[in-house]
């Protein structure tokens, strides 16, 4: 580029001169000509000069960039040679590598049609040996696979019972390392099953004319009094009496309570009824509360929801086997704090669980399903804490024990229902318990005799030797316990033990 200008200007600076000196010499004398003439030589010389120069920088300058361009080129292009020459290895080792997988998939191919052919060799052998050995022993593979699992059978039940064995007595030596454990599971094998329920009250009269006045004109009174205390008034041949009926206990001491004021009153007519049956809602109501509030009081358990306290109170009226439900919960409570503290565990948490671990009782006439659960529910749901819960719900085993004052709670409430004179049972229930016991325990095959014992407390079991081993009676004593779980109901605990015994007698002479 500096050549083309240099170019450039030499030709302006030639054809300046020559303009200038056209015009001069028309202008100027000769003299003066010839000495601007020479000044345009002269510079004309300088800017050939310089041309020169430049160009030949610029002749130095291209060459330059050349050589430069020429290295680069030559480098890039070792550069290319060395990627072609790493290609060419690696494709080279990858054609090798190809060759060796193909040899080897090869070597592969031919071991597995190897394989198969010893299989075959292997199977067709085994087929004549099985045959061979049928041969000799006169048996079928059938018949050799019972001898066989008979055989297993009879070992897997021998060892199955010294191993029961074992266990137990390792359990019986591991006492001292989990005293807490043993003492408060032995407490709760005394837990009580399912009780019966008291669902009438008795009312005395005067005399049989109130019976009348209680029926009133085409029996508007009793159908006022049924309808406004919703239980069911039976007046029989019970001489100066009138039986109340009704699931609801509440129900029913409020229908005992409106009828004894009517019969004090002696005016007894639909109207009189309902303002009655009003007062007497209010004083069971009073009654309840006062009764919930006094057996917190008493158990020293604080912080209960008011419905909570409310169904507490409701308890004075149920009963279990002829025991009061809240006198049960109250002595349940005590049992349990005294437990704990033996045991430095929670003691007022186990009272709070013990004292309402019966709840549910309270609206099992008005809700379907266990008591323990639902009064683990109502519980829940007016604030009273997890553990507690927990307590309710597992002291009959619907939910799995989570703490040591659960399974206190159990053995609190077995013993205060257990304990002498705490519930009722007549003579005629307790003979037919007994009765059905032994009737349960014999109608299992290989029983040769059973005895109920211990008041009904135990049943003894003597079974046949010959036809039950020892696991055999294992086995028997869990199922006969089981069945009476689930067929009878009974106070407290029923021991179910099975006796095997062999006797061998030889006379000397």
């Not at 030709?11 to 601007?36: C, D, E, H, M, P």
């Not at 003439?37 to 291209?62: T, V």
């Not at 021998?158 to 454990?181: M, P, Y």
């Not at 009580?192 to 006045?213: F, H, I, W």
Request: aromatic share 2%; with cysteine.
């Amino acid at each position: 580029m500096e050549v083309i200008i240099a170019l450039v200007v030499l030709v302006i600076s030639g054809v300046g001169a020559f303009v200038l000196g056209y015009f001069l010499q028309k202008r100027f004398t000769s003299g003066q000509i010839k000495a601007l003439l020479a000044e345009a030589e002269k510079q004309r010389a300088e800017a050939e000069a310089h041309a020169k120069d430049i160009i030949l920088k610029a002749k130095d300058e291209s060459l330059k960039y050349r050589e430069e361009a020429e290295t680069e080129l030559k480098k890039k292009r070792q550069d290319l040679q060395r990627e072609d020459e790493r290609l060419r290895h690696r494709r080279e080792s990858i054609d090798r590598r190809q060759e060796m997988l193909e040899g080897r998939d090869k070597k592969l191919e031919k071991k597995e049609k190897d394989l198969d052919r010893i299989r075959e060799n292997l199977q067709a052998n085994e087929a004549k040996q099985l045959q061979e050995l049928q041969r000799i022993s006169g048996l079928t593979t059938e018949d050799a696979k019972a001898i066989l699992l008979q055989q297993v059978e009879k070992d897997t039940r021998q060892d199955a019972a010294r191993l029961i064995r074992e266990i137990e007595q390792q359990a019986r030596e591991e006492g001292d390392q989990r005293a807490r454990e043993i003492v408060t599971t032995a407490i709760e094998r005394v837990a009580s099953d399912q009780v019966a329920e008291t669902t009438v009250s008795l009312v005395p009269l005067p005399n049989d004319e109130m019976k009348g006045r209680i029926i009133g004109r085409q029996g508007r009174n009793i159908r006022a009094i049924e309808v406004a205390t919703g239980v069911d008034l039976v007046v029989d041949d019970t001489p100066e009496a009138v039986i109340v009926s009704s699931h609801n206990p509440v129900r029913r001491e409020v229908a005992r309570v409106a009828l004894n004021k009517l019969i004090n009153d002696g005016r007894i007519h639909p109207g009189r009824i309902e303002k009655i049956v009003e007062k007497a809602e209010e004083e069971v109501n009073a009654a309840i509360w006062e009764a919930g509030e006094q057996a917190a009081l008493e158990v020293g358990v604080t912080g209960l929801h008011p419905e909570i306290i409310k169904l507490l109170g409701q308890l004075k009226f149920r009963t279990s086997y002829g025991q009061n439900v809240l006198n049960h919960a109250i002595e349940t409570a005590h049992l349990a704090g005294m437990m704990a503290a033996e045991l430095k565990a929670n003691v007022q948490m186990a009272k709070a669980g013990a004292l309402l671990h019966d709840l549910g009782k309270a609206v099992t006439h008005e809700v379907g399903g266990a008591h323990a659960l639902i009064g683990a529910e109502y519980a829940r749901k007016y604030g009273v804490p997890e553990p507690v819960c927990n307590m309710i719900a597992s002291h009959h085993g619907e939910e799995e024990s989570q703490s040591l004052e659960c399974v206190l709670v159990v053995a609190a409430d077995a013993i205060s229902g257990a304990r002498p004179g705490a519930r009722r049972e007549s003579l005629e229930q307790y003979l037919k318990r007994v009765d059905a016991l032994e009737q349960m325990a014999n109608a299992f095959p290989g029983v040769q005799q059973s005895y109920a014992i211990q008041a009904g407390r135990e049943i003894r079991i003597i079974i046949k030797p010959e036809e039950i081993d020892d696991l055999g009676a294992i086995n028997l004593s869990k199922q006969i316990a089981r069945k009476v779980e689930d067929n009878l109901e009974y106070p407290g605990q029923i021991k179910v033990t099975v006796i095997r015994e062999t006797r061998s007698v030889e006379y000397a002479k």
